[in-house]
């Protein structure tokens, strides 16, 4: 027995590692796959490659199935008017993510469509000081998949904000990536345990193909 399926037996035992109903009308959050985490010649930029690709083949499904994609970027204003601060402080690596920049653009592989909404966000979690809650309310989304970098930071902190909205999150793991494997392996752990469901490629496609 590995030493992950110790935990999740203790956790399962403890009242942790509930499950959640996938909804009838779901959404896909694709979060800050942008030239400034996809590409290494960017300060926070490492080897995103293996989550694009899986990634795409994620949101072909999903527009064949009519589900709609929203798209995160992180871009701070270059005046310094921004609300990140203390995240820059802990993070100077990002403070070249500014408004406008090539780096704050989705990555192209992503073929990311005309009307796709685009959150721009200054904080880990793509629910914090935008309207994203309120968009996928009028857009009548009861669940999201969630997808992108980093593991441990953006896209755990936007699913912990999804779980206070009461909005059901489910984790492609094939679908994220963070610096080194053993915040993403601790945080896909902290997030199936607690916030949302974890699930593969090949489940999240079985998921969309279920869409009547």
């Given at each position: 027995?590995?030493a992950d399926?110790?935990?999740?037996?203790?956790?399962?035992?403890g009242g942790?590692?509930?499950?959640?109903?996938?909804?009838?009308?779901?959404?896909?959050?694709v979060?800050d796959l942008?030239?400034?985490f996809?590409?290494q010649?960017?300060?926070?930029?490492?080897?995103?490659?293996?989550?694009?690709?899986s990634?795409?083949t994620?949101l072909?499904a999903?527009?064949?199935r009519?589900?709609?994609?929203?798209?995160?970027?992180?871009?701070?204003?270059?005046?310094?008017s921004?609300?990140?601060g203390?995240?820059?402080?802990?993070?100077?690596?990002?403070t070249?993510?500014?408004?406008?920049?090539?780096?704050?653009?989705?990555?192209?592989?992503?073929?990311?469509?005309e009307?796709d909404?685009?959150?721009?966000?200054?904080?880990?979690?793509?629910?914090?000081?935008t309207?994203?809650?309120?968009?996928?309310?009028?857009?009548?989304?009861?669940?999201?998949?969630?997808?992108?970098?980093?593991?441990?930071?953006?896209v755990?902190?936007?699913?912990?904000?999804a779980?206070?909205?009461?909005?059901?999150?489910?984790v492609?793991?094939?679908?994220?990536?963070?610096?080194?494997?053993?915040?993403?392996?601790?945080?896909?752990?902290?997030?199936?345990?607690?916030y949302?469901?974890?699930?593969s490629?090949?489940?999240?496609?079985?998921?969309?193909?279920?869409?009547?």
């Open positions: 027995m590995s399926s110790g935990v999740r037996e203790r956790y399962a035992a942790l590692m509930g499950r959640l109903t996938f909804g009838s009308r779901p959404a896909v959050v979060v942008q030239y400034g996809t590409r010649t960017y300060g926070p930029g490492f080897d995103l490659d293996d989550v694009v690709e990634t795409a994620l072909a999903a527009r064949e009519g589900v709609p994609v929203w798209f995160t970027t992180i871009a701070f204003p270059e005046d310094g921004g609300v990140g203390t995240w820059l402080t802990k993070m100077p690596a990002m070249g993510l500014l408004e406008g920049h090539h780096s704050t653009l989705i990555d192209e592989r992503l073929d990311v469509g009307g909404p685009l959150v721009v966000k200054q904080t880990a979690s793509a629910f914090a000081h309207d994203l809650a309120r968009q996928l309310a009028a857009a009548g989304v009861d669940t999201v998949l969630v997808v992108g970098a980093t593991t441990s930071g953006c755990r902190a936007t699913v912990v904000d779980c206070a909205h009461d909005l059901p999150a489910f492609v793991r094939d679908c994220v990536g963070d610096r080194e494997a053993g915040p993403h392996d601790g945080a896909l752990l902290d997030i199936d345990a607690k949302g469901d974890v699930v490629l090949e489940r999240a496609l079985e998921l969309l193909r279920g869409l009547s």
